[in-house]
């Protein structure tokens, strides 16, 4: 009972960090239907961003670790976000009105080039953290077999839940959320209705990169490490679970989030953890075949 429940805590922790990439998968794809693969390389690129801002708050600065966490934290979402509005601008914008293979060649270069650059940057090694947050909480049994919660976990899945319920209510509650979700329905009759369809989009993209940004920080909170390499996995990890939850749906995505983390740890535990990314697609592949628009998706509507 003891390796379940500490299992769940740590699958829930591990599903928070996919929710929060996997927003980012279900937003853009809800308003111009393009899966953006370079996503996961944006959320490493976080990562590295957070890496140096911690260095630089608590080496140069003296910050302590909570307030330097917390500048760490908006300086990455404003530094990434920017990040991806210049990609989106310069990658994605042009090719909007193509054939829709092209804006996929674009993201998948896209990644390629922001796995490389941080490579030549920041070298091909592990780039460690030093401890954030240390500390846990003794939920039950005793010594070996006790089961804990770490500060650092309870942090993720409280940010996860703050900004799920923030990002809701953006969308839809907001003018920027009617926006998005006017884009989402019909970009053309948008544009004719006075919205900047544009803008809307851009706007999208820094806001799904802020988000992964924050799965960034998280992620190196958490491992303690980060490296050039870190993006692809946990990207398609996260696109999983945006396609299981129902993309284009926010509950749907940290829904699929948990989902892909508990199903991770729990192979882990009771199985081999060698196939645990098998059996975490091959997850997908049967609840797909069950609901091909996923476990809160809306089924496509085709206009006429």
Not at 76 to 99: D, Q
């Amino acid at each position: 009972m003891e390796v379940f429940v500490q299992q769940l805590i740590n699958g829930l922790t591990l599903g928070s960090i996919y929710g929060l990439i996997a927003i980012g998968y279900t937003m853009v794809f809800g308003i111009i239907g393009m899966v953006n693969f370079a996503h996961g390389d944006v959320f490493m690129v976080g990562s590295f961003i957070a890496l140096i801002l911690f260095m630089v708050a608590t080496s140069f600065l003296g910050l302590p670790v909570v307030a330097a966490l917390v500048v760490v934290l908006v300086l990455a979402m404003a530094l990434t976000g920017l990040w991806n509005w210049t990609i989106e601008r310069v990658a994605y914008r042009p090719l909007r009105g193509s054939f829709r293979l092209a804006p996929l060649i674009s993201a998948i270069g896209m990644s390629i080039f922001l796995s490389n650059l941080i490579q030549v940057l920041q070298g091909p090694r592990n780039k460690p953290l030093p401890p954030m947050l240390p500390g846990s909480i003794q939920i039950m049994g005793q010594d070996a077999t006790a089961v804990a919660i770490s500060y650092k976990q309870i942090t993720i899945m409280v940010v996860t839940i703050v900004l799920l319920a923030l990002f809701w209510w953006v969308v839809q509650k907001t003018p920027l959320g009617r926006a998005q979700r006017a884009c989402e329905q019909d970009a053309k009759m948008a544009a004719l209705l006075g919205i900047n369809v544009d803008r809307t989009i851009s706007i999208t993209f820094v806001m799904g990169a802020a988000l992964a940004a924050v799965a960034g920080v998280m992620y190196l909170m958490y491992y303690g490490v980060v490296n050039f390499s870190d993006g692809f996995v946990p990207g398609v990890k996260a696109f999983t679970a945006a396609v299981l939850g129902g993309i284009g749906s926010l509950p749907g995505a940290v829904l699929g989030g948990l989902l892909i983390g508990l199903i991770e740890t729990m192979w882990s535990a009771y199985f081999t953890i060698d196939y645990k990314d098998v059996a975490a697609f091959s997850i997908l592949a049967i609840a797909l075949i069950f609901l091909p628009s996923g476990i809160l998706g809306r089924p496509d509507v085709e206009k006429v």
